[in-house]
């Protein structure tokens, strides 16, 4: 039995030697195939690098060197220097004429016409308090102009209800349509200033009146007409902008303006809008095919022809009759040449 455990114990020993050498077999076959990739990759590095040697290698070979001038001969720098900048010039001045002409502001009839087909219906000079002018009944430049525009407006066929629009912001629209509503008020007409404005409201501001509830709450439902006309200090009847609402040009499309309006046509003499800048947002577009009259107010020498042009196809497009401009903040020094 001893004898037994003996050779048991003796065959243990050599089984774990065996399992010891087995392990560094398979250590040495790993390091043997790691050894082989670097190898590898070594014999791959060095192929392309001795190709890259073979390529920056020159395959030409000096035959004689040239002698070398005693005179070398130099660039005739001041004629390079001319020529360039002669050729600056050239180009820097045909970019201002492009700019020029491109960027240039309306400032005639003539250019109106030209450029739109529209008629000129009248030029307004700078003015320190336009409005108050006319509240006052002043013999002034400004107020014979409105009296003038008045006429023409007067004149039109239909023309019952008017949309004031520009271009873009900062003509004038604003006064000029509460000018002429001022002026229509003193002289006997019953005369309504709707702020169709939504994104920049500033009549009930210009007249002193409530803001709210105004065309927004009218043309949501939320307001009857009687909630929504204030009258001013003036006489004036006025309605306010009301909650400003970037999506108001959606409830004109849905015809919400349609049946309040023909109410107000039995009502008044006149119905003023000052509506939207035509560029700025489709509210200007909307309302043009639902006026009598147009008329777009422009900055004498201020607004760019290519955003005139472009004002003037949409409200062309849509308006029922050819719309009018009125040219603004004229220098009295320029009203002769209009």
Avoid: W
Wanted: aromatic share 6%.
């Amino acid at each position: 039995k001893s004898m037994l455990e003996a050779n048991l114990v003796k065959l243990q020993k050599q089984a774990d030697e065996l399992q010891e050498k087995l392990i560094t077999l398979q250590a040495l076959q790993m390091e043997e195939q790691s050894s082989s990739k670097l190898l590898d990759n070594f014999l791959a590095r060095s192929e392309e690098i001795k190709s890259q040697i073979d390529f920056t290698r020159p395959d030409v070979s000096i035959v004689s060197l040239a002698d070398i001038p005693g005179d070398p001969v130099g660039s005739k720098k001041l004629l390079i220097m001319l020529a360039v900048t002669a050729f600056s010039g050239f180009f820097a001045m045909a970019v201002i004429m492009f700019l020029e002409v491109g960027h240039q502001g309306i400032k005639t009839r003539e250019d109106i016409y030209k450029l739109s087909g529209f008629d000129l219906l009248g030029t307004l000079p700078r003015a320190r308090l336009p409005i108050s002018d006319v509240l006052k009944k002043d013999r002034s430049h400004y107020v014979e102009e409105i009296k003038r525009i008045f006429i023409h407006l007067n004149a039109q066929e239909n023309g019952k209800t008017i949309l004031f629009t520009s271009a873009r912001r900062g003509e004038g629209k604003t006064t000029v349509a509460a000018s002429i509503a001022y002026y229509m008020n003193n002289i006997g007409l019953k005369t309504l200033l709707i702020d169709a404005d939504t994104l920049a409201p500033v009549i009930a501001g210009v007249a002193m009146v409530r803001e709210h509830p105004g065309f927004f709450e009218l043309m949501a439902g939320k307001k009857s007409l009687q909630d929504v006309i204030v009258k001013d200090k003036h006489g004036l009847s006025i309605i306010p902008c009301g909650e400003p609402n970037p999506y108001i040009s959606d409830l004109l499309l849905a015809g919400k303006l349609e049946k309040p309006l023909e109410i107000l046509k039995d009502q008044y003499d006149c119905i003023i809008f000052d509506g939207c800048p035509v560029l700025g947002v489709s509210d200007a577009e909307i309302l043009a095919g639902m006026v009598d009259q147009v008329v777009m107010v422009l900055e004498s020498g201020k607004t760019p022809r290519e955003e005139f042009v472009k004002a003037a196809e949409i409200l062309r497009s849509l308006a029922r009759n050819m719309p009018h401009v009125i040219l603004n903040k004229i220098k009295l020094s320029d009203m002769q040449a209009h």
